[in-house]
């Protein structure tokens, strides 16, 4: 009789005996190779291709170990998550753990990627096998935590690596930071102003066609964070006696990180901010904030200003203001 990946399977290799079988070891020992001795020799496609192929499979492998009678759900689990990470709906989750957590994540949305998800098959077939054992027993353990911290290395921006020199030198010499006080903006674009943050969450709900929204209430602040089709939107508001805030937004993709892989750049903006303080009669803006990738040469903070108002504000006001 055939066995079925969904049920349990009495000739499947072992649950704990995946942690020291061939293609595990093999596929952590990739994994640690190229994130740690390839990628810094040789920072090119293929070595960025290999931790793709490496991780995928010792992440199905890692997890059909806990859940051996699950394993037709891990490999379907394992591609949707891959999917997902490798586009730009993962971004959310990216900022959320970054503004978190102490060490920041990264990745680069490449739907070629999805080639690596060609191994489950390869996965699939081997834990359908008859129970091999391989290995010493007593390493099953160290190994697991070893793929473990593996697994969460391989997406983290590590310092002094080629990738990070690179990033990091982009934003030294390619990236601006512009600053305008309130008095830099006519009153017709200060009117703009004011119709956006009239929409923020404290005053007027976002509507539910956005992707998704997170509302965050303590003592002090009101934080939201939601996404629109161009940009991630995250809201800061101190409903103090001075009602001051903070209107933030960062598109998808990471124009920093774009430049410093060598990939085209869709857009060039890397974040802004507007802050405010809300008023009877609307809000005041005291300060907007701009941070561009300045291609092909860097901006005067006059033209700067009129790029912000003419082209990365539209998009977000047809998001929110028309509605």
């Avoid at 009602?243 to 890397?270: I, M, W, Y």
Wanted: proline share 7%.
């Amino acid at each position: 009789m055939t066995a079925s990946m969904s049920g349990p399977d009495r000739n499947a290799v072992p649950r704990a005996d995946l942690f020291v079988s061939v293609p595990f070891v093999a596929s952590l020992a990739l994994l640690a190779l190229n994130d740690w001795v390839l990628k810094d020799a040789w920072h090119n496609a293929l070595t960025g291709k290999l931790s793709d192929f490496a991780g995928v499979a010792l992440f199905s492998l890692f997890w059909i170990a806990f859940f051996p009678s699950r394993a037709r759900a891990v490999l379907i689990a394992t591609a949707i998550i891959f999917a997902w990470w490798k586009s730009p709906l993962s971004q959310a989750f990216i900022e959320l753990w970054n503004g978190w957590m102490p060490l920041r994540i990264a990745r680069t949305v490449d739907y070629g990627d999805l080639a690596a998800l060609i191994v489950l098959p390869v996965v699939a077939a081997y834990v359908r096998r008859p129970a091999i054992t391989h290995g010493i027993r007593w390493l099953r353990l160290p190994l697991a935590l070893c793929a473990l911290a593996a697994m969460m290395g391989t997406s983290q921006i590590k310092p002094d690596t080629p990738e990070y020199r690179a990033y990091r030198h982009v934003l030294d010499e390619r990236v601006t930071s512009y600053a305008w006080s309130g008095s830099w903006i006519n009153e017709k674009d200060m009117r703009r102003l004011t119709a956006l943050l009239s929409t923020l969450p404290d005053k007027a709900a976002v509507t539910p066609s956005t992707l998704y929204r997170t509302e965050h209430r303590g003592d002090s602040t009101i934080n939201t964070q939601y996404e629109l089709p161009e940009y991630f939107i995250s809201t800061w508001f101190y409903p103090n006696p001075g009602r001051t805030g903070e209107f933030s937004f960062s598109p998808h993709d990471d124009c920093a990180q774009a430049l410093a892989k060598g990939a085209p750049v869709t857009n060039p903006v890397k974040g802004a901010r507007i802050e405010f303080r809300s008023i009877p009669a609307g809000a005041w803006v005291s300060s907007v904030e701009l941070t561009l990738c300045d291609l092909p040469r860097k901006r005067s903070a006059a033209e700067a200003l009129r790029y912000f108002f003419d082209t990365v504000l539209p998009p977000i006001e047809a998001a929110l203001v028309s509605r």
